[in-house]
Nanobody, 112 residues
Framework: QVQLVESGGGLVQPGGSLRLSCVVS????????VSWYRQAPGKERELVAR????????SYADSVKGRFTISRGNDKHTVYLQMNSLNAEDTAVYYC?????WGQGTQVTVSS
């Protein structure tokens, strides 16, 4: 059974950085795309970044371009979201999505 587990969220000051991790288990192949979404209070869930499986092509929402980087670990089943220059608008629950599954989410709060 495919499972996704996120970690790495927390409280950070404006301008700070965090690295989120998503571990995908229960699927032996690595040729799948993985996406990070986020949902702020009172807002719809939005796509933040995506990485494809075979080639590793990345794409980003305009709001995070140049600040966030999505990457895949050497094991191919761990995907990271490096978040730099964080601001209050980045505060949200961040979710990992792959293989039609969602993780439980990890809270990111940017506040002084």
């Amino acid at each position: 059974q495919v499972q996704l587990v996120e970690s790495g969220g927390g409280l950070v000051q404006p301008g700070g950085s965090l690295r989120l991790s998503c571990v995908v288990s229960g699927y032996i192949f690595s040729s799948y795309s993985v996406s990070w979404y986020r949902q702020a209070p009172g807002k719809e869930r939005e796509l933040v970044a995506r990485i494809t499986g075979t080639i590793g092509t990345t794409s980003y929402a305009d709001s995070v371009k140049g600040r966030f980087t999505i990457s895949r670990g050497n094991d191919k089943h761990t995907v990271y979201l490096q978040m730099n220059s964080l601001n209050a608008e980045d505060t949200a629950v961040y979710y990992c999505n792959a293989l039609a599954r969602w993780g439980q989410g990890t809270q990111v709060t940017v506040s002084s």
